[in-house]
């Protein structure tokens, strides 16, 4: 296998112009480590971030963006066990480090695509407890989608959102990865759903795609007047959703709060729209309101969702395929949000035969 491999690398942050498409050598695998041939890497938001730079987040460079990578494994450190050359795995973009000893004492959780180098690239290395098997009943590719904004939807919805089949649930930024997530999960619990995002035409794919009960354009709608229209009332007189799924912060915080009823509950995670915005509290305590927030999510929730779509009570949309060698291209059409749901970048590097191959 050759030294080098084909990657989308930044050497420095700042707009899309910092971004190339080059030879890069791979990295040794240390003990526990295993280097996944890439067949897709789904592209979210945080890429951008990481790209721009975060304020107090140091990121190495250079640095290969990409957190969701999933592939066949391409080679494995000699102490890994249970795993064999070819198998079809998903990568866990989060390495936390409890069960054995951590061989990075210095930053004990890492990220792939942000302090890890990721999956823009022919080949991509993780700790061998990042892996979750993909059934072949499983494209690869969507597969790939589940991580980051699945990951994240699902911890905000089935965790903190505790939603049943009696809630009335809106989805702000609906037509988002994480928002695509949210609205399916809801459905699949038999809420009434109502999807919010920024078109016409997303509205529609919304209702045709994922099957909501009302969307809500908001570039010409104000989601508190529909939500009032939609409900019977405000919060305070008898309307409103009980659960209210929030990752774009900004204009949409204050707005969201108001979308509750009394008693309701906003899960939040993200900040999309700015993470600074006025808060009108007396709606929280005179509605008797629970904002909860929510980080990431569990391993185990990835493992959950693969079963999901193994089961296909989950359909994460791809909205667009660009080649390794177009990953540049790709980042820029999430940038301008050119496309509905998910944009995947697909690669085909070589993975060595295995022992029974060659037998």
């Known amino acids: 296998m050759s030294p080098n491999m084909n990657a989308v690398v930044i050497d420095e942050q700042g707009d899309a112009d910092v971004m190339r498409y080059r030879a890069i050598e791979m990295p040794a695998l ?5 280097r996944i041939a890439m067949r897709a890497c789904s592209l979210n938001y945080h890429d951008i971030l990481t790209r721009r730079g975060m304020p107090g987040v140091r990121t190495p460079l250079p ?51 942000d ?45 903190h959102g505790k939603i049943k089949t009696s809630d009335r649930v809106l989805v702000l930024g609906a037509s988002g990865g994480v928002g695509n997530c949210a609205v399916q999960l809801a459905k699949s619990v038999g809420c009434f759903v109502v999807g919010a995002c920024g078109s016409e035409a997303r509205c529609r794919q919304l209702e045709e795609l994922f099957g909501v009960d009302e969307t809500i354009n908001t570039a010409e709608e104000d989601i508190v007047r529909e939500t009032r229209r939609l409900t019977g ?28 009823k009394g008693g309701g509950r906003m899960v939040a995670n993200g900040a ?9 509290i007396r709606y929280i305590f005179q509605g008797e309101l629970t904002i909860q927030g929510s980080n990431g999510w569990l391993h185990e929730d990835v493992e959950n969702l693969v079963e999901l779509v193994a089961a296909g009570k989950l359909d994460p949309h791809i909205g667009a395929r660009y080649p390794l060698e177009q ?32 037998a």
């Open 30 to 34: 240390l003990p526990g480590q295993v």
């Open 63 to 113: 640095m290969i963006l990409g957190c969701d990578c999933a592939g066949v494994v391409a080679e494995m450190a000699p102490d890994v066990e249970g795993f064999e050359l070819g198998d079809r795995v998903l990568a866990d973009p989060i390495s936390r480090f409890a069960p054995r000893e951590d061989p990075e004492p210095k930053m004990p959780i890492k990220f792939l695509g």
């Open 115 to 159: 302090t890890r180098w990721g999956g823009y690239a022919d080949y991509c290395v993780v700790w061998d407890r990042q892996l979750v098997r993909i059934p072949e009943s499983v494209p690869i590719e969507v597969a790939a989608c589940l991580p980051v904004a699945y990951g994240s939807a699902y911890r905000m919805v089935m965790h």
């Open 233 to 260: 009332g405000s919060l305070l007189q008898g309307g409103g959703f009980d659960v209210v799924v929030n990752s774009q912060g900004g204009e949409f915080w204050a707005k969201g709060i108001r979308c509750l």
């Open 272 to 280: 999309l729209a700015g993470f600074d915005p006025p808060t009108d």
């Open 327 to 358: 990953g540049i291209e790709a980042h820029k059409a999430l940038e301008d949000r050119k496309h509905f749901g998910k944009i995947v970048i697909t690669g085909d590097a070589p993975v060595p035969p295995s022992r029974s191959d060659l």
